[in-house]
């Protein structure tokens, strides 16, 4: 018995064996198209990727037809180089250098050799392509905007990198994919889904005929439509009130979390990043470090958020319990809270409640109503947690989960916080004060500004911000659709939006009025300093607003940052006003304040900043150098020192 078995185990795994290779070889002929197979030639069919809408069905973005040169070298023979160039306007080294980048991903592989070809730039080569072996065109879409904003939230689509080839076997050399915005949240909708045919060749390289008549062939799916939470005129008209200013504008539906306005200034016209010049414009607006374009500072610029933190610091300092609405500070145009510490206020002064505290934006107030929050407990450090976990309960201090590739947490200080910067302990209230009014340790992004305000609106909860409103056949993600709730309790909000809406009646915000909307607003004026050769220099103040309407029921909340741009109620403010009188009735009363702020450049301003990115901090930084060099006369250290005075008074 033991003879026979283990003969029989060979024939038996020799048969096995035999049987896969002979199903491997003659039945099942996927092996060989997934091979480099030199008899069979693979071709693909690129899909239109899906249509762009806004929330009422405009059209925002649709596709164009563009061509790509694809080549494979060890197909390529004599060419005539010359009229080859000429025909596609590349030089001769061009040419030899993008034969070799081919060579390097597969000689026997496509890959693309020119990518994105207009109709016109494509027909003077189509005539002519036969006589060039190696070289065939690949038809593809390329995007087509039906309007000039809205580049931060479309993103754009590009090349996939050799990277990406390598990890996510769906792409290939020269395959197009969404990057930044909705074009890369959504890729994998609205790509669709790419067809393939297989051809089989002779012996001389010519196509015969398709595979297996067409058996493993499989056809082009269209990409999906979506339809974006954006409100395409309330994105246009706040880019062209952002015109010649930096900042950001966030606008959200509270009853929902859609968000129908994400505007970053400087922007930039989305066409620009289409067909051949998109190479040479990208690399354009990447450069520009000063203005920065190509960084949404709606979603990624974090700001101390100045005034309108208070709203904060007054419903934490009423849910501890440590102020009602008849809690009374005198002020005396400032806070004395420490022995040679004052902070200066800008309210009236005398005795405030909390309703006039909030409509006057009254420092004091909210200082003490902050220090007796976190006085309330033995230990400073165990109170600044409580005081934490309140503020971060608005989605503060992290990301919020939209959907949007981007973002910035924010930052909420904690204990952990004090302990790396106070090691030795020390620290107290009257140490972390400045937290009260939004300055200190504390970081906000406008739109996480812009869902406090949502938060304020709906009275104690919020839905997680997001910018898909619809896919045809798909349902929207749970957690756009899940309410959270802050740890503030509903009956505080009440006084804090009456205290709000009367900063339009009575406060900072009275000349910003809409006649017949109900606005509820803050303004803000958050110190910017930086740090330039070593020094600290105080720029311009930072100009906020934030604002939520009608006050019933609302409609729309909002935060404005104009960086730079004063006092809030200067630039920012009227900014929001008109955004929300143009989102509800969509047209403008306001006209007074449309031509202001159409007629408002901060480029003077920013100019400045501009010459100490270059010639300027460079004269910082070397300043003190040039005091050290004891043998350089006296007349030219003074004037070096001179010119540095100079440009810190030009600040």
Same mark, same amino acid.
């Given at each position: 018995?033991?003879?026979?078995?283990?003969? !029989?185990?060979? +024939?038996?795994?020799?048969?096995?064996?035999?049987?896969?290779?002979?199903?491997?070889?003659?039945?099942?002929?996927?092996?060989?198209?997934?091979?480099?197979?030199?008899? +069979?030639?693979?071709?693909?069919?690129?899909?239109?990727?899906?249509?762009?809408?806004?929330?009422?069905?405009?059209?925002?973005?649709?596709?164009?037809?563009?061509?790509?040169?694809?080549?494979?070298?060890?197909?390529?023979?004599?060419?005539?180089?010359?009229?080859?160039?000429?025909?596609?306007?590349?030089?001769?080294?061009?040419?030899?250098?993008?034969?070799?980048?081919?060579?390097?991903? #597969?000689?026997?592989?496509?890959?693309?050799?020119?990518?994105?070809?207009?109709?016109?730039?494509? $027909?003077? =080569?189509?005539?002519?392509?036969?006589?060039?072996?190696?070289?065939?065109?690949?038809?593809? #879409?390329?995007?087509?905007?039906?309007? $000039?904003?809205?580049?931060?939230?479309?993103?754009?689509?590009?090349? @996939?990198?050799?990277?990406?080839?390598?990890?996510?076997?769906?792409?290939?050399?020269?395959?197009?994919?969404?990057?930044?915005?909705?074009?890369?949240?959504?890729?994998?909708?609205?790509?669709?889904?790419?067809?393939?045919?297989?051809?089989?060749?002779?012996?001389?390289?010519?196509?015969?005929?398709?595979?297996?008549?067409?058996?493993?062939?499989?056809?082009?799916?269209?990409?999906?439509?979506?339809?974006?939470?954006?409100?395409?005129?309330?994105?246009?008209?706040?880019?062209?009130?952002?015109?010649?200013?930096?900042?950001?504008?966030?606008?959200?539906?509270?009853?929902?979390?859609?968000?129908?306005?994400?505007?970053?200034?400087?922007?930039?016209?989305? #066409?620009?990043?289409?067909?051949?010049?998109?190479?040479?414009?990208?690399?354009?607006?990447?450069?520009?470090?000063?203005?920065?374009?190509?960084?949404?500072?709606?979603?990624?610029?974090?700001?101390?958020?100045?005034?309108?933190?208070?709203?904060?610091?007054?419903?934490?300092?009423?849910?501890?319990?440590?102020?009602?609405?008849?809690?009374?500070?005198?002020?005396?145009?400032?806070?004395?809270?420490?022995?040679?510490?004052?902070?200066?206020?800008?309210?009236?002064?005398?005795?405030?409640?909390?309703?006039?505290?909030?409509?006057?934006?009254?420092?004091?107030? =909210? %200082?003490?109503?902050?220090?007796?929050?976190?006085?309330?407990?033995?230990?400073?450090?165990?109170?600044?947690?409580?005081?934490?976990?309140?503020?971060?309960?608005?989605?503060?201090?992290?990301?919020?989960?939209?959907?949007?590739?981007?973002?910035?947490?924010?930052?909420?200080?904690? #204990?952990?916080?004090?302990?790396?910067?106070?090691?030795?302990?020390?620290?107290?209230?009257?140490?972390?004060? !400045?937290? !009260?009014?939004?300055?200190?340790?504390?970081?906000?992004?406008?739109?996480?500004?812009?869902?406090?305000?949502?938060?304020?609106?709906?009275?104690?909860?919020?839905?997680?911000?997001?910018?898909?409103?619809?896919?045809?056949?798909?349902?929207?993600?749970?957690?756009?659709?899940?309410? /959270?709730?802050?740890?503030?309790?509903?009956?505080?909000?009440?006084?804090?939006?009456?205290?709000?809406?009367?900063?339009?009646?009575?406060?900072?915000?009275?000349?910003?009025? @809409?006649?017949?909307?109900?606005?509820?607003?803050?303004?803000?004026?958050?110190?910017?300093? %930086?740090?330039?050769?070593?020094?600290?220099?105080?720029?311009?103040? /930072?100009?906020?607003?934030?604002?939520?309407?009608?006050?019933?029921?609302?409609?729309?909340? *909002?935060?404005?940052?104009?960086?730079?741009?004063?006092?809030?109620?200067?630039?920012?403010?009227?900014?929001?006003?008109?955004?929300?009188?143009?989102?509800?009735?969509?047209?403008?009363?306001?006209?007074?304040?449309?031509?202001?702020?159409? %007629?408002?450049?901060?480029? !003077?301003?920013?100019?400045?900043?501009?010459?100490?990115?270059?010639?300027?901090?460079?004269?910082?930084?070397?300043?003190?150098?040039?005091?050290?060099?004891?043998?350089?006369?006296?007349?030219?250290?003074?004037?070096?020192?001179?010119? +540095?005075?100079?440009?810190?008074?030009? *600040?």
């Amino acid at each position: 018995m033991r003879k026979v078995l283990l003969p !029989s185990l060979i +024939i038996l795994a020799t048969f096995l064996l035999v049987m896969r290779i002979f199903y491997l070889q003659v039945v099942d002929d996927t092996l060989k198209l997934k091979s480099e197979n030199n008899a +069979i030639k693979k071709k693909y069919e690129y899909p239109e990727r899906g249509y762009i809408y806004d929330r009422k069905g405009k059209l925002l973005v649709a596709n164009q037809a563009s061509y790509d040169i694809m080549v494979i070298p060890r197909e390529v023979k004599k060419t005539d180089t010359l009229e080859f160039c000429q025909l596609l306007n590349i030089t001769k080294e061009d040419f030899i250098k993008k034969i070799e980048k081919a060579k390097i991903y #597969s000689p026997r592989l496509p890959s693309v050799f020119l990518s994105q070809l207009n109709k016109s730039e494509f $027909a003077a =080569f189509q005539e002519k392509i036969r006589k060039y072996e190696g070289f065939y065109f690949q038809k593809r #879409s390329l995007r087509d905007y039906e309007v $000039a904003f809205g580049a931060n939230v479309f993103g754009s689509i590009t090349q @996939v990198n050799e990277k990406l080839v390598e990890k996510n076997p769906y792409y290939n050399s020269g395959d197009l994919i969404g990057r930044q915005g909705v074009e890369e949240s959504y890729e994998d909708l609205l790509r669709g889904v790419k067809g393939v045919k297989y051809f089989q060749k002779d012996k001389y390289n010519r196509e015969i005929g398709s595979y297996k008549d067409g058996k493993y062939d499989t056809i082009a799916v269209q990409g999906e439509d979506i339809n974006l939470t954006i409100d395409a005129e309330i994105q246009k008209y706040g880019e062209e009130l952002m015109i010649n200013k930096r900042g950001g504008i966030v606008a959200i539906e509270p009853s929902t979390g859609e968000i129908l306005a994400l505007v970053t200034a400087p922007s930039y016209d989305p #066409s620009i990043l289409v067909g051949r010049q998109r190479s040479k414009n990208y690399t354009k607006l990447y450069r520009d470090s000063i203005a920065k374009p190509l960084y949404d500072r709606g979603l990624l610029a974090e700001y101390p958020p100045g005034s309108p933190f208070k709203i904060l610091t007054g419903l934490v300092a009423l849910q501890e319990g440590v102020i009602d609405e008849n809690t009374t500070v005198f002020c005396n145009r400032g806070f004395s809270y420490a022995r040679g510490r004052f902070m200066g206020c800008h309210c009236h002064g005398g005795a405030l409640q909390l309703h006039r505290g909030i409509f006057e934006s009254c420092n004091s107030y =909210f %200082a003490t109503a902050y220090m007796k929050t976190i006085n309330k407990y033995a230990k400073p450090a165990q109170a600044v947690d409580v005081w934490s976990n309140h503020v971060k309960s608005f989605g503060l201090g992290q990301f919020m989960g939209y959907d949007l590739p981007i973002g910035k947490k924010g930052k909420v200080p904690d #204990s952990k916080t004090y302990k790396r910067i106070y090691p030795n302990g020390g620290w107290r209230s009257t140490t972390i004060v !400045s937290n !009260s009014i939004g300055q200190g340790e504390v970081l906000m992004t406008p739109i996480q500004l812009a869902n406090m305000m949502a938060t304020v609106a709906n009275e104690g909860y919020y839905y997680t911000p997001h910018i898909i409103k619809r896919i045809k056949g798909h349902t929207i993600d749970k957690k756009f659709t899940t309410k /959270h709730v802050t740890t503030i309790d509903k009956r505080h909000f009440k006084p804090m939006i009456s205290g709000l809406f009367d900063v339009y009646n009575l406060g900072t915000a009275s000349a910003l009025k @809409v006649e017949g909307i109900d606005i509820c607003g803050k303004t803000g004026t958050a110190e910017n300093f %930086a740090k330039i050769g070593g020094v600290r220099v105080k720029l311009e103040d /930072h100009s906020i607003f934030v604002a939520f309407a009608p006050k019933d029921n609302p409609k729309i909340a *909002i935060a404005v940052m104009v960086e730079n741009g004063g006092y809030g109620s200067t630039i920012a403010g009227p900014i929001a006003s008109l955004m929300i009188e143009k989102y509800l009735r969509q047209k403008i009363t306001r006209l007074d304040l449309e031509k202001r702020i159409l %007629a408002t450049s901060l480029q !003077s301003r920013y100019a400045k900043l501009g010459g100490l990115s270059e010639e300027v901090k460079l004269q910082l930084r070397i300043s003190d150098s040039l005091l050290k060099k004891k043998t350089m006369k006296t007349s030219t250290v003074k004037a070096k020192v001179d010119t +540095i005075k100079e440009t810190k008074q030009a *600040i």
